[in-house]
């Protein structure tokens, strides 16, 4: 098992910046892939951004590219999605989630956090 906790949520103007993190432990060695995932109400779960402690696979969903970067201090266990120039379509609960495939799919990923609330204000 892989336990996710997020932090660093909260109300933000448009056009500020919010650092997202995630912080993972126990069988942490069992998720090779790190992912930021955002839902709002009554719509799918979205991909954010992706990568793998290898370093291999780096990806962003088109909307945040430019604007987000996903980054991980694995002496820390710990992955952080440091959001910039956000905008009011941002606003969403954002997900960490942790797996063995790399890609856009939630159903790749094994293991999520419980959100944190992010809200842009216009």
């Known amino acids: 098992q892989v336990q996710l906790v997020e932090s660093g949520g909260g109300l933000v103007q448009a056009g500020g910046s919010l650092r997202l993190t995630c912080a993972a432990s126990?069988?942490?060695?069992?998720?090779?892939?790190m992912g930021w995932f955002r839902q709002t109400p009554g719509k799918a779960r979205e991909f954010v951004a992706g990568?793998?402690?290898?370093?291999?696979?780096?990806d962003y969903t088109d909307s945040v590219k430019g604007r987000f970067t996903i980054s991980g201090d694995i002496a820390k266990n710990t992955v952080y999605l440091q959001m910039n120039s956000l905008k009011p379509e941002d606003t969403a609960v954002y997900y960490c989630?942790?797996?063995?495939?790399?890609?856009?799919?939630?159903?790749?990923?094994?293991?999520w956090g419980q959100g944190t609330q992010v809200t842009v204000s216009s």
């Open positions: 989630a942790a797996g063995r495939i790399p890609g856009p799919f939630p159903d790749y990923y094994d293991y």
């Open positions: 126990g069988r942490t060695f069992s998720a090779a892939v």
């Open positions: 990568f793998t402690w290898s370093g291999t696979n780096t």
